[in-house]
Structure formats: structure tokens, C-alpha cells
Nanobody
């Protein structure tokens, strides 16, 4: 059973960099054809796909967030990390990590397209 667990600060000040880590157990982030995404849900809004890192380490980003986002991985720890720069209160959201197989659905916000999700972590941007 694959499990994903998000971790990171619950509170970030405006203009700072948000860093979140997803720790994966029960499966490798290098498993062929696996794609590991970051998705968020701002309060009162729908899911927003932010970006993903593939089993090869290639990265894919939402055009709206590409200039502020970086996704990386540490295969030795079976973790992948999101960095979001220059945060504003509009970045307040519950942040999730999730896994899908294959790239056809990359960018999807349909929960059914992902085999596994983390439980999510609340991030608030406030001074």
C-alpha cells in the first residue's frame, strides 16, 4: 500500500518561500511511469494542480505557477519537495501530494485520476 505524507510549516509570512515535502512509503518515486504531483485547494475554491515530478526526475508545472515553483526529489529518502517563492495570502490553501501512473492525465484535478493522495497539510500565508 502506497502512502504519501505531506510535511512543512503551517504558517508562512508573505514574500517568503514555502517549502513542502512529500514522503512516500510502500513504493518508490522512481517506479516506472509514476508521476508525483502537488495539488492545492484554497479556501472556498476547487483543486488546483501545481506541478509534478516524474519517475525520471523531469518536472512539469502549471503555467500560472511556473515562475514561482520548483519541484525536486531525493530518491535516497523517497521524497519530493515543492518550493513556492514569493508567497502571498492567496497561496493559503490545503496542499496535497498525489501519485498517478502515466502522463496522459497530468494536470488533472479529478481525484479519481490519482491512485494515491496524502492527507493534506494546511498552509496559511499571513504576517
Amino acid at each position: 500500500q502506497v502512502q504519501l505524507q505531506e510535511s512543512g510549516p503551517g504558517l508562512v509570512k508573505p514574500s517568503q518561500t514555502l517549502s513542502l515535502t512529500c514522503t512516500v512509503s510502500g513504493g518508490s518515486i522512481a517506479t516506472r511511469s509514476s508521476y508525483w504531483s502537488w495539488i492545492r485547494r484554497p479556501p472556498g475554491k476547487g483543486l488546483e494542480w501545481m506541478g509534478a515530478i516524474s519517475f525520471t526526475g523531469s518536472t512539469h508545472y502549471s503555467p500560472s505557477l511556473k515562475s514561482r515553483s520548483s519541484i525536486s526529489r531525493d530518491t535516497s529518502k523517497n521524497q519530493f519537495t515543492l518550493q513556492l517563492r514569493s508567497v502571498t495570502p492567496e497561496d493559503t490553501a490545503v496542499y496535497y501530494c498525489a501519485r498517478m501512473f502515466g502522463s496522459d492525465g497530468l494536470g488533472s484535478t479529478n481525484r479519481l485520476d490519482y491512485g494515491y493522495w496524502g492527507q493534506g497539510t494546511q498552509v496559511t500565508v499571513s504576517s
